[in-house]
T-cell receptor
Framework: GQNIDQPTEMTATEGAIVQINCTYQ??????LFWYQQHAGEAPTFLSY??LDGLEEKGRFSSFLSRSKGYSYLLLKELQMKDSASYLC??????????WGAGTKLIIKP | DAGVIQSPRHEVTEMGQEVTLRCKPI?????LFWYRQTMMRGLELLIY????????DSGMPEDRFSAKMPNASFSTLKIQPSEPRDSAVYFC???????????????FGPGTRLTVL
């Protein structure tokens, strides 16, 4: 079967750094997405990784290791507005997008 | 660009009634996705269209659900008859899928919050 695992909830402090992990077992791999979803809103695109390594985009970075079936999203200089759910999604060999359940990130002052 | 447009934003109906959700994708996008999101099950793909043709409807829960895309700028998701367990937020998303099969980001609409009493 296809499976994506993310922690259900994480808590971090404003100004700090947090890493949200995602592990996956899918039939093939054609890329991994991270989306951000604020409560009551639609998911919005954060990053896409298809090759191993780190992709940096401002305060957010995303890392991928295909051999380990592992990715993480790194958020630096946390702000209160970063409180949201973060969804990991993998494109399998049939170009189907498999979604994780999401990680709810709570930022405390 | 106006982004993906969905209507209605909120729908409250009674069990047994027909519900029709509407979506207008971003102009120029050739792929359209219908999702359902609940606290229990997270985000679930219901159906995926490419160039107005349904490609994968394996996520459609049962025959009560149907989706159409009569043209590149409009799609509907219909539930008939509706049941309380259909209560969820339904998202429509669109993307541009290239001929090489590269998977591009999906742009989500604001969603329709459906409550079936």
């Amino acid at each position: 079967g296809q499976n994506i695992d993310q922690p259900t909830e994480m808590t971090a402090t404003e100004g700090a750094i947090v890493q949200i992990n995602c592990t996956y077992q899918t039939s093939g791999f054609n890329g991994l997405f991270w989306y951000q979803q604020h409560a009551g809103e639609a998911p919005t695109f954060l990053s896409y990784n298809v090759l191993d390594g780190l992709e940096e985009k401002g305060r957010f970075s995303s890392f991928l290791s295909r051999s380990k079936g592992y990715s993480y999203l790194l958020l630096k200089e946390l702000q209160m507005k970063d409180s949201a759910s973060y969804l990991c999604a993998v494109v399998d060999s049939n170009y189907q997008l498999i979604w994780g359940a999401g990680t709810k990130l709570i930022i405390k002052p | 660009d106006a982004g993906v447009i969905q209507s209605p934003r909120h729908e409250v109906t009674e069990m047994g009634q027909e519900v029709t959700l509407r979506c207008k994708p971003i102009s120029g996008h050739n792929s359209l996705f219908w999702y359902r999101q609940t606290m229990m099950r997270g985000l679930e793909l219901l159906i995926y269209f490419n160039n107005n043709v349904p490609i994968d409807d394996s996520g459609m829960p049962e025959d009560r659900f149907s989706a159409k895309m009569p043209n590149a700028s409009f799609s509907t998701l219909k539930i008939q008859p509706s049941e309380p367990r259909d209560s969820a937020v339904y998202f429509c998303a669109s993307s541009l899928t290239t001929s090489g099969g590269a998977y591009n980001e999906q742009f989500f609409g604001p969603g329709t919050r459906l409550t079936v009493l």
